[in-house]
């Protein structure tokens, strides 16, 4: 079974509209985190926004935040006033297990394209 | 401050080869971990390195190793190369192996096998 679902494989939206990225997760841990990351075109991988298991308040990072249900097993990514440059890929990652031997797993990712 | 370096950027090799990667971490990130990113697989955990021991380790046959130096500088290596392996190689590195600023990546070297 998947532990990290990204069920749309692509996004179009609209310059200045906001969007939402959807993911959720399967983990029978009480502690993991979870993380959004973008890739561009160019490869490198850029870290968003990280939001712990534990955290009552929903995680915002600028333009980003992070729409977090625990009963639910979401994690969405919702991205304000979109811009050109936020095209890209965007993997939604889970950090699970003990301290110390933290597995990470990603998504299969979300192409967004935001249109002029 | 300098990002995570990868080099190559680009790399052919044929079938049977071996190949070595770098990893060149944020100065002063002592953890170092090493994806593989394809188009059918997404990404896929290689293995992990904190302060020069391997602490984690992926899914993969023991044809893919790596190794860590003092300075925290990473390679991987991939002996007897064949075409399945061909992917995008992602390095990252973190101050700690439990942070949660997130891993910080590398452009990655586009490795294809021939």
């Known amino acids: 079974a998947q532990k990290i679902t990204q069920t749309q494989p692509g996004m179009f939206v609209q310059e200045k509209e906001a969007v939402t990225l959807d993911c959720t997760y399967d983990?029978?841990?009480?502690?993991?985190?979870l993380f959004w990351y973008k890739q561009p075109s160019s490869g490198e991988m850029i870290f968003l926004i990280y939001?712990?298991?534990?955290?009552?308040q929903n995680a915002t990072e600028g333009r980003y935040s992070l729409n977090f249900q625990k009963a639910r097993k979401s994690a969405n990514l919702v991205i304000s006033a979109s811009q050109l440059g936020d095209s890209a890929m965007y993997f939604c990652?889970?950090?699970?297990?003990?301290?110390?031997?933290?597995?990470?797993?990603f998504g299969t990712g979300t192409r967004l394209k935001v249109l002029a | 401050k300098a990002g995570v370096t990868q080099t190559p950027r680009y790399l052919i090799k044929t079938r049977g080869q071996q190949v070595t990667l770098s990893c060149s971490p944020i100065?002063?990130?002592?953890?170092v971990s090493w994806y593989q990113q394809t188009p059918g697989q997404g990404l896929q955990f290689l293995f992990e390195y904190f302060s020069e021991t391997q602490r984690n380790k992926g899914n993969f046959p023991g044809r893919f190793s790596g190794r860590q130096f003092s300075n925290s500088r990473s390679e991987m290596n991939v002996s007897t190369l064949e075409l399945g392996d061909s992917a995008l190689y992602l390095c990252?590195?973190?101050?700690?192996?439990?942070?949660?600023?997130?891993?910080?990546f590398g452009s990655g070297t586009r490795l294809t096998v021939v």
């Open positions: 990252a590195s973190s101050l700690d192996r439990d942070s949660n600023y997130g891993y910080t």
């Open positions: 983990t029978s841990d009480q502690s993991y985190g």
């Open positions: 939001q712990g298991s534990y955290d009552e």
């Open positions: 990652a889970m950090r699970e297990g003990p301290s110390g031997t933290y597995k990470y797993i």
């Open positions: 100065s002063g990130h002592r953890s």
